[in-house]
T-cell receptor, first 110, second 113 residues
Framework: GEQVEQLPSSLIVQEGASVLINCSYT??????FPWYKQEPGKRLQFIID?????ERKQNQRLTLLFDKKTKHLSLHITATQPGDSAIYFC?????????FGTGTKLQVVP | EAAVTQSPRNKVTVTGGNVTLSCRQT?????MYWYRQDTGHGLRLIHY???????QIGDVPDGYKATRTTQEDFFLLLELASPSQTSLYFC????????????FGAGTRLSVL
């Protein structure tokens, strides 16, 4: 079945810095890749997605890049704020449900 | 915004105990899911359903049963709980399955002693 890997597992950055979170998947049949954010003690919330017929998608400070050939995604967050501190999950659809990466814990310090 | 409510929020039981986790969604979604979240594993799918009376297995179904009684309600049952089932459980719903956004509940933290 689909395997989703995510790196790094954690990172700490200064407020205002940019971060890059990488995600790779194995199933070439996957076509939909949503990302979710989990703030401390809160539920996961959708933040951005991309489909396999696109290479890039932007939503304010979030940019999602997709490389179908290498089965790789990158989430770029610019001008980070303390409110961006959370665990970020990538996921890939596989058949009828989404499989998740192991998560990246981001801490933004003032 | 989508509303998915889980209960209880916290539960402690003993090994061999019987536990039922409840989930209700008010979004008129057909698909509902149960995931468990563990450090180092991310979220792993236990069971899912695409309508009342329908049940499908996910990636880690052993030791779990589920029932979908109505479009709104999805239950996860642990009939002989084991310490390995200590975890944070999330319910989610979506409109059309894997190709759409998941809406998550707030989670149930289960401890099996």
């Amino acid at each position: 079945g689909e395997q989703v890997e995510q790196l790094p597992s954690s990172l700490i950055v200064q407020e205002g810095a940019s971060v890059l979170i990488n995600c790779s998947y194995t199933d070439s049949a996957s076509v939909y890749f949503p990302w979710y954010k989990q703030e401390p003690g809160k539920r996961l919330q959708f933040i951005i997605d991309i489909r396999s017929n696109m290479e890039r998608k932007q939503n304010q400070r979030l940019t999602l890049l997709f490389d179908k050939k290498t089965k790789h995604l990158s989430l770029h967050i610019t001008a980070t704020q303390p409110g961006d501190s959370a665990i970020y999950f990538c996921s890939a659809n596989s058949g009828t449900y989404q499989r998740f990466g192991t998560g990246t814990k981001l801490q933004v310090v003032p | 915004e989508a509303a998915v409510t889980q209960s209880p929020r916290n539960k402690v039981t003993v090994t061999g105990g019987n536990v039922t986790l409840s989930c209700r969604q008010t979004n008129s979604h057909n698909y509902m899911y149960w995931y468990r979240q563990d450090t180092g594993h991310g979220l792993r799918l236990i069971h899912y359903s695409y309508g009342a009376g329908n049940l499908q297995i996910g990636d880690v179904p052993d030791g779990y049963k589920a029932t979908r009684t109505t479009q709104e309600d999805f239950f996860l049952l642990l009939e002989l709980a084991s310490p390995s089932q200590t975890s944070l459980y999330f319910c989610a719903s979506s409109g059309e399955g894997a190709q759409n956004t998941l809406y998550f509940g707030a989670g149930t933290r289960l401890s099996v002693l």
